[in-house]
Every structure is written in C-alpha cells, then in structure tokens.
C-alpha cells in the first residue's frame, strides 16, 4: 500500500514544556506516509507525521482540542478518541458509521470536543476497518495546572505503546479471512513503541530503550494499542506500583506483572532502585483459551545511566501465555481510589438490569469453501450487528427512518448452558438493533462470555462513558448469587474491560451523556465479525442535557 495520510491536528501536542495556561490548545501536526522495515520485511504503512505509533496527544483537563484530519488515503479513515467522553459531542467521537460517516480521500474533518473531568492516559486511533494496526498514539491529559497527582510526583514520565504487527497488508489479511471464512492470520511480533526486539532469524531489528538514573522514579504510561491480544508486561528485577488504568485512578499497589487488553491503559511508578545495568523489558500474549495467538515477546531494554551498552542485560521470563492466575492477581487487586477528592460514585439504584451473552457463532456461507460452506461470526444476545451505510448518529439526530431499530434485546433470546457445550444451533440473526436509554438512567450489565465454538477472552469498550466494574467471576453468571458478592464501595472505574474466557463481568454506569454510543469487542476480528452492538440516550430537559448540534463540516456517507 503506497499511499498516505496527512492529518493535522491542531492541540497542545508538541509544545509540551512552554503551555501556557488557555482553554484551546494549538498547534500545527502533520500526518504523512512511511516507508518502514519490521521483522526482516518492508511495506508502506499508514502512519500519524511519519511515526510508528504515532504522536503523543498532551492537553490538560478541561482543555478544548481541536483536530483537523485531511484524508489522502485510498480508503476511507475516521479517528477515535478512546476514552475521551464525549459530554454531548458525541459528532466527535470517530467510530465510522457510528457517530459519524468516515472521512473519504480527498476530504478533511475538524473534531471539536473537550477533556471534561478527566485525567491520566489515553489513546487514539482509527476506527474503521483494521487500519489502528498502526494508526494509533497516546493521548496524555495532564491535571489542572496546580493540581498534583494523588501519588508521589514522579521525577519523569515515559509513554510505552505496546502493539503487533504484520508482514503483510492488515487490510488484505481480515479481507481475505471473510472471504474464506476462516480467522485471519495471527500477527507475525509484538512491539514495544514501535520495536519488537529481538526477533529470530532477523539481525536488523532493534530494541525500545527507557533510560533511567539510579534513585529516580518514572511514570510509566503504558497503552495496548494491539488489534486482536491482551499482553502481560514485566520489567526484569523491578516492582511496578499500579496508580492508575483507564484515565482513572486506583488504590496504589505493587506487582511484578500487568496484565493489559487492546485499549486498556495502565499507569505505573517505577524505580530505578536495582543496581546500574541492563534490564529486560517483556510484553508477551496472554490467552487462557486454545485460541492462536502471536506467541513471539516484545522486548525492550531498561537502561540505567552509565551502564555500557555492551554490557549483559538481566533477564526475565514472560509468564505462560495461559497464566490465568497472573492476570486474576492484577485484575483483582483493582480499587478505585475513593479518596475525599476522587470518590467512586458508583450507582447503588439500577433502573435497567441487562444481561448480554458476548462469543462466537456460525452462519451459512456458500462461497466459503475453505470453511466448508459456512462462516465464523461473533455476537452480542445472538445478534450479529450490521453496520449501516448512513451514521447512526446522524440518523437519530436527523430523523432518518429505516436505519435502525431500538429494540436490541436486553437479554439472551435462549437460556442455555453460555459456558458448556452450547446450543445445537449455532446460528445468530443479523440486524442493526440498538437499546434505548432515557437520560441519566443507571444501568446494570452482565457481559457473561460462551462457550459456543470456543470460549474467549473479550476485553469490551463502552464508548461515551466510564463505568465500575462491580464483579466478575467464572462459570455462569448466577442472578440470585453474584450479586450479594458485588463491591459497590470502591470498584475500579473502567472504559474498557476484559470478559474472562468462559465466564462473565459486571459493570455500572449512568448514561448522563445523550447520543448513540457504540459498545464493541476491542478484539478488532471479533469487531469485524458482528460482536458490537449501540446504545441510544435519549436528550435530557434542556440544552445542557442535550446533543450539540452537528458541525458544518460533518462528513456525508
């Protein structure tokens, strides 16, 4: 693929040290095409000014960012915020055919919108078909100026963006995987900002360096900007204190291993208290199901200051790549913070309970013959959404009939064994369905996992709100049981969650911000294979409490 983007994203990304204090941030960002060579092979790959991962994103709380985006691609492209709320800017938001139509060849799209209580790291990237492979970045929103961190400040801060990456076109792959049937091609490395290290049988690789100084300590913002795996990350002869995931932050605590899922934050404080050296830096795949992964290991390598470069690097060993019990110590040990200043407000009263069963199914495909005349596909209740041709969005805001219905179901069609063997049909229904939500209404949803053709983790993100996970165990979801074992005191607050493989999670949020809000497997083949689905909120009384008009510049499907 030889073509190019060039985007401009006018925000306080490049001038970082010398912000002055105002409500819009500017500043000139260009996006152009490269050239690149990973694992021993070279292709053009769309990327943000040249970069792979793309630039960082600084603003502060309460900042205006505007960004202007020019298209000169082949394909259409549109650019998600993610985890960015979106308080009624939901034109803003970029998932294609959701909020917005995307941007075709040729044209350009200013996204308008405000970082609204909101603190910490998140990412961007694009949100149509699989070009976030590597259109992605960082996004990091500093406090208000003033406001310290709940945590001891840091003396630096370092941005690790964790990925994959193809030999070959991503395009071509998940294009020729729904035209035989069968799944797509796992990715051929994993990368460390860019660099997976190490690589067998290919000597013109390198490595991500993070130097360090003896005594200091850094904050590590870490991001899973990886299409399809969740990946543990461990620093050799180090300790990570966990102080924040999601833009959100939680109870400080130690741990040797994170684990983290396709976009998913996790922010860290590390010291640099070993002695001078070399240390491995690992992010290797975690699956606890019999699901093919990319089973290779980024590495990077820790460097503290005055250490020679040819001196030997301490090792570590990545954990298995089913280490359930390694990502259940880190998932469980989550709490929001609670503190006086950053309470957890999680809604004690439920106004509507929903219960989606979120896995894989089977669908006739004649033409697949490498499947055998059928298809794999994914779903949320047994309905396989279909993305329309107008935004969604834009046709509830404009009145468009016959875009979409609002009757998604709020619970499985069939009760069945979700974590057995599964129904004998293996059959889903199609639809563009949504469920409708009156403003400021408190919702409970249980994500239970199935085992129909294989159970799988599923980290799922909710667009235009954070939510508390409130439980979450194995096995079947049990509504008399579970729910006396949930923690409404300081759950950890989320955008993005991970169902366990073969069991279920539960979550709670107010939907006190009016648009269609998308809600999908960050697994980007189960995305393309129907596991998505939207929620409708309803306007509130008055204009505060209601979707901002859309811009002038809108794109047109």
């Known amino acids: 693929m030889d073509s190019w983007v060039r985007v401009l994203l006018l925000a306080a990304f490049c001038i970082l040290p010398v912000l002055v204090e105002c409500r819009v941030r500017h500043c000139n960002f260009h996006v152009v095409a490269k050239n690149t060579t990973r694992l021993c092979s070279s292709k053009s790959i769309v990327t943000v000014n040249g970069q792979f991962p793309g630039p960082t994103l600084y603003a502060r709380e309460g900042d205006t960012v505007l960004v202007k985006v020019l298209n000169k691609v082949n394909h259409n492209i549109t650019i998600h915020w993610h985890g960015i709320r979106q308080l009624r800017t939901g034109w803003a938001d970029g998932p294609a055919y959701v909020t917005q139509c995307p941007i075709q060849p040729g044209h350009s799209y200013v996204y308008n919108f405000t970082i609204t209580g909101q603190r910490g790291t998140l990412l961007w990237h694009a949100h149509v078909n699989w070009l976030r492979s590597t259109v992605h970045g960082a996004i990091v929103i500093l406090p208000k100026r003033g406001v310290p961190y709940p945590f001891p400040k840091p003396d630096n801060e370092l941005v690790l963006v964790l990925g994959e990456w193809w030999k070959s076109d991503t395009e071509a792959i998940i294009n020729e995987a729904l035209k035989s049937g069968l799944a797509p091609n796992v990715s051929d490395a994993h990368t460390i900002n860019g660099l997976p290290g190490r690589v067998a049988n290919c000597s013109t690789q390198g490595a991500h360096n993070l130097p360090v100084e003896s005594g200091k300590t850094y904050l590590l913002r870490i991001i899973n900007a990886a299409l399809n795996e969740e990946l543990f990350f461990k620093i050799a002869g180090h300790k990570l204190t966990v102080v924040e995931v999601d833009a959100t932050y939680v109870k400080p605590f130690k741990i040797e291993t994170i684990v983290i899922a396709p976009g998913q934050t996790t922010n860290v404080l590390l010291t640099a208290d070993q002695k001078s050296g070399k240390y491995l830096v690992a992010a290797s795949p975690y699956m606890d199901a019999p699901i093919a992964v990319d089973n290779l290991t980024a590495t990077a390598t820790l460097h503290y200051t005055g250490t020679l470069s040819t001196s ?40 509507h309970s929903l219960f989606f069963t979120v896995g894989l199914g089977i669908i006739p495909c004649p033409s697949c013959k490498a499947a055998n005349g059928s298809r794999v596909v994914a779903s949320v209740n047994n309905v396989t959404f279909t993305m329309p041709s107008t935004a969604l969005l834009q046709a509830h805001y404009f009145k468009i009939n016959g875009v979409f219905t609002t009757d998604f179901p709020a619970k499985p069609p069939h009760v069945f064994n979700y974590t057995g063997a599964g129904p004998a049909n293996l059959n889903t229904t199609s639809g563009t369905r949504l469920y409708r939500l009156p403003f400021n209404a408190t919702v409970q949803l249980v994500l239970q996992d199935t085992g129909i053709v294989a159970p ?102």
């Not at 390694?326 to 503190?339: Q, T």
């Not at 950890?492 to 999908?520: C, K, L, Q, S, Y």
């Not at 995305?527 to 510049?553: C, E, H, R, Y």
Request: with cysteine.
């Open 312 to 351: 030997p690097t301490v090792l570590t060993l990545p954990p298995p790549q089913n280490a359930t019990q390694i990502a259940n110590k880190f998932v469980n040990s989550l709490k929001g913070l609670n503190s006086k200043k950053y309470p957890v407000k999680v809604p004690i009263k439920v106004d």
């Open 456 to 557: 799988e983790n599923h980290p799922v993100h909710l667009h235009g709100f954070n939510f508390f996970v409130v439980g979450r165990g194995v096995g079947n979801f049990n509504s008399t049981t579970d729910p006396k074992k949930f923690n409404l005191v300081d759950p950890v607050e989320r955008n993005t969650v991970g169902v366990p493989a073969g069991g279920w999670t539960a979550i709670r949020f107010r939907a006190d911000n009016p648009g269609v809000w998308f809600m999908h497997c960050h697994l980007e083949v189960h995305t393309t294979w129907g596991l998505k689905m939207a929620f409708l909120v309803d306007n509130g009384k008055g204009s505060k409490q209601s979707l901002i008009p859309p811009p002038k510049d809108l794109p047109k499907c």
